[in-house]
């Protein structure tokens, strides 16, 4: 059962399982997708945080149902988002290696044309308790088209301009060093001040969406986050002038989306111009 949980003039946040929402709205509607789906990592193993040893475990919604399942998940919510994608549409979907291999190999099942893969690096990941392993210490994000067909649309000047007159490169440094080339996309986690209203278990920078929408979509454009959790798609969305539809299964989140959302709103009409805060 789905309902729409909050709705303004640029946003509308849907509660409820996205296959069943995705398929109820329109047919290329989209302009661009930014999906982080469960990485299925809540096994009841145990991590190091903050010094800390605590539970992997992020909730029912991260558990496996099996390996076939679960790719069988990601072919279909891949299907529904190219379905409402429009022709020339791009998606984006954020993942770890438990994760990321099916859903390029679900992509390419589909027929989306595969653009770019950058390199989101962590340097102040974990440490990896076991010392049987590398430290886990990167995401990987697929920039996909939705078909071979499409002309995607990529701002390349805008891009080159913020990496300092070069070619931006398709590595992301989570790292903030004063001489960080501008080339390399290098901002740090989330700060406390993004998680001032609750946090998510999995909450992405701003600064990494921001950075995304920047490069693959315009003004006026609809951005759709599928698996929106905290919706930090739609904060950078509605910073930059985008319209923004948000799904998630969990109510609690979509409180906190709320927050989120509403302050980024507040904020717009205090100060109606656009800037690029954090890129
Ligand atoms: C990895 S988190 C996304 C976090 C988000 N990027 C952020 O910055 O806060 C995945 C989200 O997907 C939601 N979810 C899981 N299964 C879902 C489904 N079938 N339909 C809609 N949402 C789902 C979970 O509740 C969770 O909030």
């Excluded at 302009?31 to 190091?48: E, H, K, Q, R, V």
Aim: aromatic share 10%.
């Amino acid at each position: 059962m789905s309902k729409v949980f909050y709705k303004s003039d640029a946003i509308v946040l849907y509660q409820g399982d996205c296959l069943e929402i995705l398929t109820s709205l329109p047919e290329r509607s989209v302009d661009m997708i930014f999906a982080d789906p469960p990485y299925n990592l809540s096994d009841g193993g145990i991590t190091c945080h903050a010094g800390r040893m605590v539970s992997v475990d992020k909730g029912d919604w991260d558990k496996s149902k099996g390996f076939e399942v679960d790719h069988d998940f990601a072919v279909a919510w891949l299907r529904a988002c190219q379905r409402v994608l429009k022709d020339d549409g791009t998606i984006w979907v954020s993942g770890t290696m438990h994760k990321i291999y099916s859903v390029g190999f679900a992509m390419q099942q589909l027929g989306y044309r595969l653009l770019n893969e950058i390199c989101w690096f962590k340097p102040n990941a974990s440490p990896n308790l076991s010392c049987r392993y590398f430290t886990h210490s990167h995401e990987t994000l697929i920039w996909a088209a939705k078909s071979e067909k499409s002309k995607h649309k990529f701002n390349y000047e805008l891009m080159k301009q913020i990496a300092g007159g070069r070619q931006m490169r398709s590595l992301w440094m989570d790292i903030n060093v004063e001489d960080a080339p501008q080339d390399i996309w290098s901002i740090g986690t989330p700060t406390k001040e993004e998680k001032k209203y609750g946090k998510h278990p999995t909450q992405k920078p701003i600064a990494l969406l921001e950075r995304i929408i920047l490069a693959s979509t315009d003004i006026g454009d609809t951005i759709l986050d599928p698996f929106t959790g905290s919706s930090t798609t739609g904060v950078a969305a509605i910073r930059h002038g985008r319209l923004f539809i948000g799904i998630d299964i969990d109510e609690h989140f979509l409180e906190l989306s709320v927050r989120r959302l509403k302050e980024e709103e507040d904020n717009l009409r205090t100060k109606p111009q656009l800037t690029l805060k954090s890129v």
